[in-house]
């Protein structure tokens, strides 16, 4: 037997490196369309964070600077005037209260609703439910400014306009919030919860204790379309109000730009109003990132 072959032998014979490997010292050599990728992507960035950026450096300029031509991006002399004339001639606390709890009170009632049907439709068995996820998919279908009139004269018949009820109630649940909950519960395994019912669990029980926490992805997802949409609504709660106390922030600072005897034309005070219109929407997608990303990833998935 020769000593190569024997038992516990270690064997001399050089190895050989993969015919891949690139060899020692050199660079790799760059993908030419990833980069020409990562440019167009960069360059769409850029032209669609370009107004963002205007608007929230244009609040923080002077009046000669805003009217300055060329046009300034960035000022040289940062100043608040801006925000201390907006918050002389705007009662924005006010609307911004207003704004938070329309908007507060729409997606906590968004996140229950439609949690709620999205496991009623995934997870229960009853007469109808294709029917009734059928309606839902035809309700995505439907342009939201159709029901604008039926929902003003139904406000109207049930008194609430001027009151926080007419502007939360009739988007207190949404198709799109249920068609999500409901795909997003489709994938959680219908054994665990058939094992929690044959352990006692009611349906309340699996539904709060069980299923809720396996679908916050979807529920972070939920939040910020929902926060983002009602937050933004202008129509409705312009047609829903007469009552300048009830106006919501983007209703109240259009009413203010509107308004010659207030405004005056400085387009510093409806850059500030803007920017402090967007910061809560901007701060809540940092803070749900993570959360919303996932969620978008995984909805629909089995």
């Not at 972070?220 to 926060?227: D, E, R």
């Not at 312009?238 to 106006?247: R, V, W």
Request: overall charge positive.
């Amino acid at each position: 037997m020769s000593a190569t072959s024997a038992p516990g032998a270690v064997s001399t014979a050089p190895s050989k490196k993969p015919a891949d490997t690139p060899p020692s010292g050199t660079k790799k050599t760059r993908n030419p369309k990833r980069v020409l990728v990562y440019v167009l992507l960069s360059v769409g960035l850029l032209i669609m964070s370009a107004p963002f950026l205007w608007m929230a450096l244009s609040a923080f300029k002077t009046q000669q600077e805003l009217t300055a031509s060329p046009p300034v991006w960035i000022p040289t002399e940062w100043t608040l005037d801006n925000f201390r004339e907006l918050l002389d001639k705007l009662d924005l606390p006010l609307y911004f209260m207003n704004s938070v709890i329309v908007a507060v009170l729409v997606t906590v009632s968004n996140l229950v609703f439609c949690s709620m049907l999205g496991y009623a439709l995934a997870k229960l068995n009853f007469a109808g439910r294709n029917k009734i996820f059928g309606l839902v998919l035809g309700a995505l279908m439907v342009p939201g400014n159709l029901m604008l009139l039926p929902l003003f004269v139904l406000m109207s018949k049930l008194q609430l306009i001027d009151s926080y009820a007419g502007l939360v109630l009739p988007f207190a649940a949404g198709a799109f919030g249920v068609f999500l909950m409901r795909q997003f519960m489709q994938s959680i395994p219908d054994e665990l919860l058939e094992a929690a019912r044959m352990d006692g669990a009611g349906e309340w029980y699996i539904f709060w204790r069980i299923v809720m926490p396996l679908v916050k992805p979807a529920l972070a997802t939920l939040s910020i379309f929902t926060f983002l949409g009602s937050w933004n609504n202008f129509v409705w709660p312009l047609i829903a109000t007469n009552d300048p106390d009830k106006y919501t922030l983007p209703v109240a600072l259009a009413t203010f730009a509107t308004d010659p005897n207030k405004a005056g034309g400085s387009n510093g005070m409806l850059m500030a109003g803007s920017l402090l219109v967007v910061l809560p929407v901007v701060i809540l997608f940092i803070a749900l990132q993570r959360h919303f990303t996932q969620g978008i990833a995984t909805a629909g998935m089995k």
